[in-house]
C-alpha cells in the first residue's frame, strides 16, 4: 500500500490573501504578505498543499462556480510568479438558509463539518492525522479538529478576534501563528522537517 500523503490544509481568504467580502473576481485578489514564500516552502518540504474555503457567494448569487475557477486560476499564477503552487482546491459553494435552488441546502461540505477535509483525504491519499488545518477563523480549527488533524490558527485576516470566539468556545487551536509563514515554521519544527521524500 503506498504511504499516505502529509498535507496542510489552508483556508484562502485571510490565509492566503486578504479577506475582501465575498471576493467575487480575479482583479480583487492581493496576496498577503509572504503567503506564497509560506506556499512554496511547504512544496519544497514535500507537502500536499490543499486550499478548502467555503464559498456561499455562489449559493446567494454574487458569482458563479465559473467565476471561482477563474479566481482560483489567477491565484494560481499569483503564485507560481512566486514559484508556488497549490495541489488541489475544494470549495463548498452551498448555504443553509440564504439562495435558492441547488445550492440552498444543509450540506456535509460547509465548514466547521469536515465534509471537504474527508473528501480531499480520499481523493489525494492523505492521511488526516499526520496533516495540518491553516486558516484565521474558528470554522477552520472546528473542522480540523472534528478530521483529527493539527490545527493553526493565523492572526492575518480575521485571526485576532477569532481567536477570543475559539477560545470562548472551546475551540482552541493547537497552535497559533502570526501569518502563513511562521505557521510552516511552526509545522517544520512539529515534524521535524527539512526536505521531505516520498511523502
Not at 1 to 6: A, G, L, S
Not at 49 to 78: C, M, P, W
Not at 114 to 139: H, P, W, Y
Amino acid at each position: 500500500m503506498n504511504q499516505r500523503h502529509v498535507a496542510i490544509f489552508l483556508d484562502r481568504d485571510g490565509t492566503i490573501n486578504e479577506d475582501v467580502n465575498f471576493l467575487s473576481s480575479p482583479e480583487q485578489l492581493v496576496l498577503i504578505e509572504n503567503s506564497a514564500e509560506a506556499i512554496r516552502e511547504a512544496n519544497e518540504l514535500g507537502l500536499k498543499v490543499i486550499v478548502f474555503t467555503n464559498q456561499s457567494g455562489i449559493a446567494r448569487g454574487y458569482f458563479t462556480e465559473e467565476d471561482l475557477h477563474k479566481i482560483h486560476k489567477r491565484l494560481d499564477e499569483l503564485l507560481a510568479e512566486r514559484g508556488a503552487k497549490i495541489d488541489a482546491y475544494y470549495y463548498c459553494p452551498h448555504h443553509p438558509t440564504k439562495g435558492e435552488g441547488e445550492y440552498k441546502i444543509e450540506c456535509e461540505c460547509r465548514k466547521p463539518k469536515d465534509g471537504m477535509l474527508q473528501r480531499a483525504s480520499r481523493e489525494q491519499n492523505i492521511d488526516l492525522k499526520k496533516s495540518f488545518v491553516i486558516g484565521d477563523r474558528c470554522i477552520d480549527v472546528q473542522a480540523g479538529k472534528t478530521a483529527g488533524a493539527t490545527t493553526i490558527l493565523v492572526l492575518t485576516g480575521h485571526g485576532k478576534e477569532e481567536y477570543e470566539k475559539c477560545k470562548s468556545e472551546n475551540f482552541e487551536p493547537d497552535f497559533v501563528a502570526e501569518n502563513l509563514k511562521e505557521a510552516i515554521e511552526i509545522i517544520k519544527k512539529t515534524l521535524n522537517l527539512k526536505k521531505l521524500t516520498n511523502v
